[in-house]
């Protein structure tokens, strides 16, 4: 064994344990340490024993067992933990030494951090890391963003511990400035949060407008896996409908309805209303969670408030082939909704985004890794300055095919009292995208109105602001004019 390690790690979660091992598989010595130190001697007496690993009691042994520049990854709780981490390693550095965030950090806080570590002589980046458990030991996605002149130190350990596609491309590049890695790695959640909601809403419509049990849907899912819809998370639904309990019934039926969340959902939507970018399925998605979470008020409201009864006389198997025309348009919005927040946010904090390779780095490893993805690679690869998903001649084939379904869909679902608020929040996206006249300029009105907040015309030039005295009461004098 080396004497001294490529790369330390402070965390030894899940997460930790994981990619040491997976780093250590690779051929790099990796030098690791814990907070609570007994885990430490434990990790490598069990799971890490016989291998290149050096075990670390103290943050500045730990320092002191790193190949210079050294490289120090953090995989600990996202908060205060993070900044305590970097306190404490600041003095057993120097400069040109690389501190890593590789936790799910709010990019504020990363931005705030890489300043402060480069104020000091040393190198920062934060990095998101998707995949679960399975994906830290096997091939995740990796994200990593901050110092640029930090990238070639690691690229070598991170892209061969990251997941590889077609051609062996791992997925991992380098995303770019400040916190642009961690923005994207909160933007992929949020995507995430989209494709379990929606999915989820396609199998209470299954269940209980069309009466099909697990097996049935799981036969569904099974189908879908194999197509267009062809991703983890429906492999995952695919296999989870299949899973019975001791009694022989269907697990998934005895799971308490409350959605957990850590906040990354939240992150990106209200980050969302903070750039003026319409992320509606993603924020539905976030409410729905919400929703699901006031299981008390749900239960005494079922008893009170009546809605329609499900009543579905239609064609099952139509249904079904709706609902996956549905499941798929609605997936094309919530990438084209998440893009177009990576491109406003490029534009507010001054990075220059891969988009393509955004795509291709959630290709494999992380969660919402589908084939999907390689086609928006495609639609960058052929035009890096794509507007938005849905102008892409493939996309807008797509969704434009998948509407009649998707409309059935949510057309049935409410009228029988099925809520569906991500796929309708999502055709609503695209009806609202493809209209050349909204009603806003009756809302500007209305502003106008109540308080003298002006408005634009249509038949004089854009930034020519405009006031009218409506109740012959007021004055001239208009509001100041500003955005949000």
Known sequence: MKQKADIGLIGLAVMGENLVLNMESKGFTVAVYNRTVEKVDKFISSRGAGKNFIGAHSVKELCDSLEKPRKVMMLVKAGKAVDDFIEQLLPHLEKGDIIIDGGNTHFPDTIRRANYVESKGLLYIG??????????????????????????????????????????????????????????KMVHNGIEYGDMQIINEAYQVMKDLLGMSADEMHEVFREWNKGDLDSYLIEITRDILAVKDEDGQPLVEKILDTAGQKGTGKWTGVTALDLGIPLTLIGESVFARCLSAQKDIRVKASKVISGPKVNFTGDKAQMISDLKDALFGAKIISYAQGYDLMMEAAKEYGWSLNYGGIALMWRGGCIIRSVFLGDIKKAFDKNPTLENLLLDPYFKEKVEKSQEGWRRVCAIALTNGIPVPALTSALCYFDGLRSERLPANLLQAQRDYFGAHTYERIDRPRGEFFHTNWTGRGGATASTTYEV
């Open 127 to 184: 990095t998101g890391v998707s995949g679960g458990e399975e994906g830290a030991l096997l091939g995740p996605s990796i994200m990593p963003g901050g110092s640029p002149t930090a990238w070639p130190a690691v690229k070598e350990i991170f892209q061969a511990i990251a997941a590889k596609v077609e051609d062996n491309i791992p997925c991992c590049d380098w995303v770019g400035e400040g916190a642009a890695g961690h923005f994207v």
